[in-house]
Structures are given as structure tokens and as C-alpha cells.
T-cell receptor, first 114, second 113 residues
Framework: GESVGLHLPTLSVQEGDNSIINCAYSNSASDYFIWYKQESGKGPQFIIDIRSNMDKRQGQRVTVLLNKTVKHLSLQIAATQPGDSAVYFCAETPSSNTGNQFYFGTGTSLTVIP | KAGVTQTPRYLIKTRGQQVTLSCSPISGHRSVSWYQQTPGQGLQFLFEYFSETQRNKGNFPGRFSGRQFSNSRSEMNVSTLELGDSALYLC???FGTGGNTIYFGEGSWLTVV
């Protein structure tokens, strides 16, 4: 089966610092990746996505990097704010999948220290 | 426009009962997927429906079933509830199927006692 993992289950950063959350995947056929943010008691919220034909994609204060060689994905959050405290999930779907079945990592809990 | 809407938000059921959860996708979205989220197993795919047809099914017992209506609204049903079915059930919608971005609702919290 698919294996999508995260290097660290928890991450604490000072407000204003940059955060980096990592994710590893095992299926080399994976071609679409999404990062989600989940706050307590809420559903996952889309942050940013990237397809396998790209190495980097930037959004507002967030950047996703994809390294297909080592099957690694990272989410960078610039100038981390208290509102960024949440659990972050990476999700991937392989091109061989004919539907929208995503495989999720176990999540990294980000705590921003004021 | 409105996001994915799930009802009910919270419910408590007794072992052996059945439950039906409802999901209204984002307007214009034709694909609806269901996921189960638990502390131990994380987010796991249940099934996806597109144009009223089941596209994919995850590794869950037959007690878990779903359907999609012509207006793209979807329901999932769990029969003969077990304690281990206690979880957050998340619905996600997307415009199409096959590598499309999925957007989640707030989920339905099911507690089985």
C-alpha cells in the first residue's frame, strides 16, 4: 500500500520565524501533492498543491518544494504566526489512480510560541 | 460560494445501530470522497463517487457504504456499528476525478457507545 510519512510529529517555532514541515512518500508514481492545515475541531483546509512536473510552488507565505529523486516534499511557512498553529498533513495521489483517492501522512503538529 | 456541508456535525450511536451521514459538495463539484479520521489510523480513504458511480473504494468492510444522487449530494451509511467506528468522518468534493484538488467539509463526529 501507499506510505506517506512525516519526519517529525511535532514542531515548535517562535512567532516570526520560518517553519519547515517535511513529508516523505514511497510511491514513485505519485504525481499530485497537496498540503492541508487542520485546526482543532475542523476539517482539513487546503493550503497549497504541486504537481510532479514542478519542483517549487509559492503561495501567500507558503512554499512547497518537491524532490522527486528522494521522494520528499516540504512545506515552508514564512514569518510564522500564532494562527498557523495546527496539524499539517501532506497528501498524495498517484497517476495510476483513476479516481481521487489520496493517501495522507500522519501529520505534524505545529505550535507557534508567541 | 458555499463550501462542503456535512450533516449532522455530532452524533452518538449505540453498538449495533446504523448511521447515515450526509454531504453536500461545493456547487459545481461532481466528485465526492469520504474519509475516516481517527487518532490511531489518521486519514483513511473510504470511497469516492463521481456522477453517481463509485470510482474507488478503500480497505473498509462492507458495513461501510455510500451513494451519490443526481445533484451530486452524497450519503454514507455504516451498518451494525462497532466501537471502533467512532471517528471523524470527512467528506471532500472536487470538480472532477483523477488528480483533482479535494476540498473538505468540517466533518461529522460519530461516537459509538
Amino acid at each position: 500500500g501507499e506510505s506517506v510519512g512525516l519526519h517529525l510529529p511535532t514542531l515548535s517555532v517562535q512567532e516570526g520565524d520560518n517553519s519547515i514541515i517535511n513529508c516523505a512518500y514511497s510511491n514513485s508514481a505519485s504525481d499530485y501533492f497537496i498540503w492541508y492545515k487542520q485546526e482543532s475541531g475542523k476539517g482539513p483546509q487546503f493550503i497549497i498543491d504541486i504537481r510532479s512536473n514542478m519542483d517549487k510552488r509559492q503561495g501567500q507565505r507558503v512554499t512547497v518544494l518537491l524532490n522527486k529523486t528522494v521522494k520528499h516534499l516540504s512545506l515552508q511557512i514564512a514569518a510564522t504566526q500564532p494562527g498557523d498553529s495546527a496539524v499539517y498533513f501532506c497528501a498524495e495521489t498517484p497517476s495510476s489512480n483513476t479516481g481521487n483517492q489520496f493517501y495522507f501522512g500522519t501529520g505534524t503538529s505545529l505550535t507557534v510560541i508567541p | 460560494k458555499a463550501g462542503v456541508t456535512q450533516t449532522p456535525r455530532y452524533l452518538i450511536k449505540t453498538r449495533g445501530q446504523q448511521v447515515t451521514l450526509s454531504c453536500s459538495p461545493i456547487s459545481g463539484h461532481r466528485s465526492v470522497s469520504w474519509y475516516q479520521q481517527t487518532p490511531g489510523q489518521g486519514l483513511q480513504f473510504l470511497f469516492e463517487y463521481f456522477s453517481e458511480t463509485q470510482r474507488n473504494k478503500g480497505n473498509f468492510p462492507g458495513r461501510f457504504s455510500g451513494r451519490q444522487f443526481s445533484n451530486s449530494r452524497s450519503e454514507m451509511n455504516v451498518s451494525t456499528l462497532e466501537l471502533g467506528d467512532s471517528a471523524l468522518y470527512l467528506c471532500a468534493s472536487s470538480f472532477g476525478t483523477g488528480g483533482n484538488t479535494i476540498y473538505f467539509g468540517e466533518g461529522s463526529w460519530l461516537t459509538v457507545v
